[in-house]
């Protein structure tokens, strides 16, 4: 009996052990990339949310929730990471829906594009930060390439135990929780860098998205319909990578016959005051602080207007939570604006 007790209590020591030191080796993201921190941070809230926005990059530096609620009264977050596969973009919903059951949903369709697992470190930035379910171990399933192995996403030590001799103060300082790096999910840029030669698309030999594609985006259609949940589907503003007009005649048929809603910010960006000039810090790759309050303010009057989504101004809950929000994010804005002002000034003295 001896002898069992201990030899269960060495498995158990070494399990700990090994969970422990996986924590410590996985990259924290707490600053530098920090786009790799924010799905875990989703799961900090404390509200349910009237609107979830998933997707990519196109999606996280496009719309900004901290507006939403102050000019509409609307509670939203951004489930997005950077390169999110669609089938990843699947299991996220389905994550989140274990939780809450949201109003509308709101999904970029860049990522119908591809279906072929690309990056590693992407997989990464997106899974990790997954809490442990079934959803994840479908995301994983999924989306990993060939050359990793679904242990070392259970025991990221089998992946990063390089990094026990390359370790950063942050591993250390961040061990048991990661300062929050986004707001509702927005990563806020005020820099400003415009559209210039921005290079056309080359023409393809078959427009036709991947089977795997549309598998993913019907399952993620068919999950919203049977929570009663509005999914519209929309293309950022974003000049590259290039979106095909072949590409969007497939989603506009689509959403027609799924009864959807689709909007291509490409071809209202005028309407909506969209300004390659200034309102890119990328050269068109995505928005800017400025270029994302216009389309914010878009999608706060369609989600108004045409699904009626009420303010939720009044509950006590959670104007409490947003004040704390808000004030974060207008403080932290305010001083992104000043210093890239500080610096445009330096270098026109220069």
Not at 23 to 35: F, H, N, S, W
Not at 126 to 153: C, D, H, N, Q
Not at 268 to 277: K, M, T
Request: charged share 25%; net charge negative.
């Amino acid at each position: 009996m001896k002898k069992t007790i201990i030899a269960v209590l060495l498995v158990l020591l070494s399990l700990v052990s090994l969970i422990a030191l996986s924590r410590l080796v996985t990259p924290k993201y707490a600053d530098g990339i920090i786009e790799g921190a924010m799905i875990a941070e989703y799961y900090k809230e404390t509200t349910d949310h009237d609107v979830l926005l998933i997707g990519d990059c196109e999606v996280y530096e496009n719309f900004i929730p901290a507006d939403l609620w102050n000019n509409y009264g609307i509670n939203s977050y951004i489930r997005g990471s950077a390169e999110q596969y669609i089938a990843q973009s699947y299991y996220i919903l389905e994550d989140s829906l274990r939780t809450e059951t949201p109003s509308v949903v709101v999904f970029n369709v860049q990522s119908l594009s591809f279906s072929e697992k690309r990056s590693e470190a992407y997989n990464r930035m997106t899974l990790e930060g997954m809490r442990w379910s079934p959803s994840k171990v479908g995301a994983i399933l999924a989306t990993m390439t060939e050359e990793e192995s679904f242990a070392s996403y259970v025991f990221p030590l089998l992946r990063y135990h390089e990094r026990i001799f390359d370790l950063k103060p942050t591993d250390f300082t961040y061990y048991f929780s990661v300062p929050p790096v986004s707001y509702n999910g927005y990563y806020m840029r005020v820099d400003v860098r415009p559209a210039e030669n921005v290079p056309e698309g080359k023409p393809l030999a078959d427009y036709s998205f991947p089977e795997e594609s549309w598998k993913w985006l019907d399952r993620m259609a068919d999950l919203c319909r049977e929570k009663g949940i509005d999914l519209i589907l929309i293309k950022a503003p974003s000049l590259y990578p290039y979106w095909y007009g072949e590409w969007d005649a497939q989603v506009r048929d689509y959403a027609e016959e799924k009864g959807l809603t689709y909007i291509n910010y490409l071809e209202i960006a005028g309407q909506i005051g969209i300004d390659y000039s200034t309102d890119t810090y990328d050269g068109g790759l995505h928005m800017n602080l400025y270029g994302a309050e216009k389309l914010t303010a878009h999608l706060g009057d369609l989600l108004t207007s045409e699904f009626h989504l009420k303010s939720r101004r009044g509950e006590e809950a959670l104007e409490a939570v947003w004040a704390e929000k808000t004030a974060r994010f207008e403080n932290d804005k305010a001083a992104a604006v000043a210093a890239e002002q500080e610096k445009a000034n330096g270098e026109a003295t220069d």
